[in-house]
């Protein structure tokens, strides 16, 4: 079935998001952080103590992605990591100070881009924008693929 490039959502909300993933890549580059980085940080402020896997999910990456991440956020001196406390063979991963700090400049910078976006719709677009996209997302979760 052919269907006009314009009218091919994926390829509209896939353009907006590699535009919204540049300029966050370039907002936290001075401060030396890459944006899966700084999404570990944000949620592991929201939720300390997540194990890797938990971060993973949590963070829709990969378990060899999160791996990464996070080994090179403890060399940094972000993030440190240390047996749970009920559960032995879980390790639970903490913000240090150090990634705290951080985390608050890199966040002013994700929030300021995130503001810029909200700037150009009214409320009630905005609010349209976010349930049109969970409707989209909501397509793609109980819809079959078609051929």
Not at 96 to 118: F, H, P, W
Request: hydrophobic share 45%; glycine share 4%.
């Amino acid at each position: 079935m052919e269907m006009p490039v314009t009218e091919r959502l994926g390829l509209h909300i896939k353009r907006v998001e590699q535009e919204l993933m540049a300029a966050k890549h370039a907002a936290l580059r001075p401060l030396g952080l890459t944006v899966p980085q700084y999404v570990v940080l944000y949620t592991l402020d929201d939720k300390p103590g997540l194990s890797a896997a938990a971060l993973a999910r949590a963070c829709l990456v990969t378990p060899q992605t999160i791996a990464t991440v996070l080994a090179n956020l403890e060399t940094k001196g972000l993030i440190t990591r240390r047996p749970h406390p009920w559960h032995r063979k879980v390790t639970e991963v903490l913000l240090t100070d150090e990634g705290s700090r951080l985390l608050a400049q890199a966040d002013a910078k994700a929030v300021a881009i995130e503001r810029r976006i909200a700037d150009g719709f009214s409320p009630e677009e905005r609010a349209q924008l976010i349930d049109l996209l969970a409707r989209a997302s909501g397509q793609l979760a109980l819809a079959p693929e078609r051929d």
